[in-house]
């Protein structure tokens, strides 16, 4: 029996049918920036790599609450084990204890590029064409996505598997899936590492991969190094995260960054390093705005000590007469308590947060999405009524959450609320790796220059009816992170994207949509068809 016959890919307790958007996790506030994805990866003999992964996926949960998974090898198979919700939906006890092995890899999934779908949750697996399997999981965005594609439906690698006329699986529509079809193939006649070192240099934009064969756990970074990766010790082990934070949950000791440009190689033998590309870094700084942990480390510096520096530099750029500085938890706090600081008005909890308002599978229905932010937020009125209020929260993409919220705070007898934004204004859309709005959705697109730049914040300020609107300048923002702006991305505030982009219609989060979904036979998934089904106890 081939190492293929005996991979295990899982399937979904949901029917293929219903693998759908319609049915995806819907978050009742759709105006926030999304999260991305969160990639995890353990080499670790006599553990239970399974519990270690599930754990690590949780402290990646806020990086992408759409789909989870699993893919776990025990040295003869790789069994994968996804679906669509939360990693506490995805998994039980039962689940975990039937996937043994000593090196795995997990995904949680917010979509960038291919829809809410089944087939597009993550780990992707794939069979290569010497009967190994190959596990996939990947943070960022391709934006060269479709003439990898291209590629790849040359080779026929992706697209439907049709027989008869009818479509008999369905196909995956995300970078992702296009690159490990790559990889799988790349690897006919060299090894999973010698195909990634020649694949790695023709992906453009961001990735932070962990892949993995029967025997080796595999983690890359893209040149710029657009998203965190990061390389932790256990006492029998090796652990691969997006963030230091998934390290501490498992007990793991922070090594180092995985550098822009590198792929390692962990197995019985060690840690192998190898360069594909030379490092240009240009680290997202939302990561420290918003995506990331306030407990997670990035290049050096603690993620909530720059939240609170840019509040202690906001309340330097934005000072205003008030009687009490709030966040809009939870993602607002550090940069509140900043503030306070450096303004000396007194810091207090002015709203509080629903713990439970999150991602489900249930759509919720009109009535539910009208209640929009009371149903997440309420106000404590004892605390604001009659006081000038400072509301400090992290930043406005579209502007509905701060209009409804300021509304409230008025309803609950603020006498004032002066806004202040814990970033630049957003004025254009990431693609790499943030599901933003369209720029034509921004609340704040102008132009940039000094007399549009005040208007610009003139009509943000009266379309969400604060009375004052700040937001910290990208010098101060930079400042607080400690590194050099020459190292950081801040296209989305600027408009200067490091990694060039191609024409519009080869590019956005549906590129691979409509493309990929009905081809000829010979467009076959390289996923093994006779693998067998892992269900849910």
Known sequence: MTNADMTVSSESHLPAATRTATNAPADVDENEPREECGVFGVWAPSEDVAKLTYYG??????????????????????????????????????TLAAMPGHIAIGH??????????????????????????LALGHNGNLVNTSE??????????????????????AAATSDSDVMTALLAHASTDSSIEQAAMELLPTLRGAFCLTFMDEHTLYAARDP???????????ERGWVVASETAALDIVGAAFVREIEPGELLAIDADGVRSTRFANPEPKGCVFEYVYLARPDTTIAGRSVHATRVEIGRRLATEHAVDADLVIPVPESGTP???????GSGVPYGQGLMKNAYVGRTFIQPSQTIRQLGIRLKLNPLREVIRGKRLVVVDDSIVRGNTQRALIRMLREAGA???????????????????????SRAELIANGTGSEDSYDEMIEGVRRSIGADTLGYISTE????????????LCCACFDGDYPIPLPAEAAIGKNVLEGVLTGQSEAMLLGENANASALSRP
């Open 57 to 94: 996926l949780y402290a990646l949960q806020h990086r992408g609450q759409e789909a989870a998974g699993i893919a776990v090898s025990d040295g003869s198979q790789i069994l994968v084990f996804k679906d669509l919700g939360l990693v506490s939906q995805v998994f039980d006890e039962q």
């Open 108 to 133: 949680c999934r917010y979509s960038t590029t291919g829809g809410v779908t089944w087939e597009n949750a993550q780990p992707i697996f794939r069979t290569t064409a010497v009967g190994s399997g």
């Open 148 to 169: 990898l594609a291209g590629r790849a439906r040359e080779l026929g690698l992706v697209g439907n598997s049709v027989s008869g006329g009818r479509v008999q699986q």
């Open 224 to 234: 710029h190094g657009v998203r965190p990766l990061v390389l932790g010790r256990l």
């Open 335 to 341: 940069a509140a308590v900043g503030y306070a600081q």
């Open 415 to 437: 006498l004032e609320i002066h806004v202040r934004i814990a970033s630049p204004p957003v004025k254009w859309p990431c693609f790499y790796g943030i599901d933003f709005a």
């Open 476 to 487: 101060g923002m930079i400042a607080a992170t400690e590194q050099p702006r020459s190292r």
